[in-house]
């Protein structure tokens, strides 16, 4: 991750290998199995991270709230990083890179069969290959970014904006326009390339994505599969409707 490129990426949440493939083929950077949302089960993650990988994109998976086991677990199957969400705390955040980094740096176990992907070397080559990116999702962990961003281990943020704004009491279809979620994202911003770590944002629209780039956000993902899938089916079955109508 020390190129300066922006990384692109996108989530998927249909639990399919097959998705996968298409995803990768097109040329995301990242694509991010969504553990916590959807009904993806880990055999299937497991399959779903290895077609990714040999497609050439990196798979990451997000894991439930508060759950170091998770973190280790998804790592073992192949992933190469971990979003983590809500994390408020430097204590969560401390449990989740012991789980993340072999030791010295953690406390993570060694097991797996990544050494049959990846080489013998798999766990010298771990603590610095994979990611963990903890979500700064509540005001709460916003205030407390330092110490959690100064953490060895943690490798960057996640920021989910809509989350964000519900923990500010902010309406969520309005937020972009208020002063207080802007500066506490610009914070989450400042706090983590002072930390030399990477700062990476969720965005909705191509121009959410260029303006989250303009924020100083260094891996930003633009929506999901299931939004292609419908959002583009909606559109062209409203098109199809207007020709069969005769309009």
Same mark, same amino acid.
């Given at each position: 991750?020390?190129?300066?490129?922006?990384?692109?990426?996108?989530?998927?949440?249909?639990?399919?290998?097959?998705?996968?493939?298409?995803?990768?083929?097109?040329?995301?950077?990242?694509?991010?199995?969504?553990?916590?949302?959807?009904?993806?089960?880990?055999?299937?993650?497991?399959?779903?991270?290895?077609?990714?990988?040999?497609?050439? =994109? &990196?798979? $990451?998976? *997000?894991? #439930?709230?508060?759950? @170091?086991?998770?973190?280790?677990?998804?790592?073992?199957?192949?992933?190469?990083?971990?979003?983590?969400?809500?994390?408020?705390?430097?204590?969560? =955040? &401390?449990? $989740?890179? *012991?789980? #993340?980094?072999?030791? @010295?740096?953690?406390?993570?176990?060694?097991?797996?069969?990544?050494?049959?992907?990846?080489?013998?070397?798999?766990?010298?080559?771990?603590?610095?290959?994979?990611? $963990?990116?903890?979500?700064?999702?509540?005001?709460?962990?916003?205030?407390?970014?330092?110490?959690?961003?100064?953490?060895?281990?943690?490798?960057?943020?996640?920021?989910?904006?809509?989350?964000?704004?519900?923990?500010?009491?902010?309406?969520?279809?309005?937020?972009?326009?208020?002063?207080?979620?802007?500066?506490?994202?610009?914070?989450?911003?400042?706090?983590?390339?002072?930390?030399?770590?990477?700062?990476?944002?969720?965005?909705?629209?191509?121009?959410?994505?260029?303006?989250?780039?303009?924020?100083?956000?260094?891996?930003?993902?633009?929506?999901?599969?299931?939004?292609?899938?419908?959002?583009?089916?909606?559109?062209?079955?409203?098109?199809?409707?207007?020709?069969?109508?005769?309009?």
């Amino acid at each position: 991750m020390s190129d300066a490129r922006i990384k692109i990426g996108i989530w998927q949440n249909i639990p399919q290998p097959m998705v996968s493939r298409y995803l990768a083929q097109m040329g995301w950077d990242w694509i991010i199995l969504d553990l916590q949302h959807f009904p993806m089960n880990w055999e299937t993650a497991y399959e779903c991270i290895h077609t990714i990988r040999t497609c050439g =994109a &990196r798979p $990451l998976v *997000r894991t #439930a709230i508060g759950a @170091p086991a998770e973190v280790e677990k998804a790592l073992d199957l192949g992933a190469g990083g971990v979003v983590v969400p809500m994390v408020n705390t430097v204590e969560t =955040a &401390r449990a $989740l890179a *012991r789980a #993340a980094k072999y030791p @010295p740096l953690g406390g993570r176990s060694l097991g797996g069969d990544n050494f049959l992907h990846y080489g013998a070397d798999y766990p010298e080559k771990a603590t610095t290959d994979t990611l $963990l990116l903890v979500q700064l999702e509540h005001i709460e962990g916003v205030n407390k970014a330092e110490g959690i961003l100064g953490l060895p281990g943690v490798d960057g943020c996640f920021v989910g904006p809509v989350d964000l704004a519900l923990s500010m009491g902010i309406d969520r279809h309005t937020y972009e326009q208020h002063p207080e979620h802007r500066a506490a994202m610009r914070r989450i911003v400042e706090v983590t390339l002072a930390a030399a770590k990477l700062p990476c944002c969720n965005t909705y629209s191509p121009e959410d994505f260029a303006a989250k780039r303009e924020a100083g956000f260094r891996a930003i993902t633009l929506r999901s599969d299931m939004d292609l899938l419908v959002g583009g089916g909606r559109e062209l079955l409203g098109r199809l409707e207007k020709i069969a109508a005769g309009r």
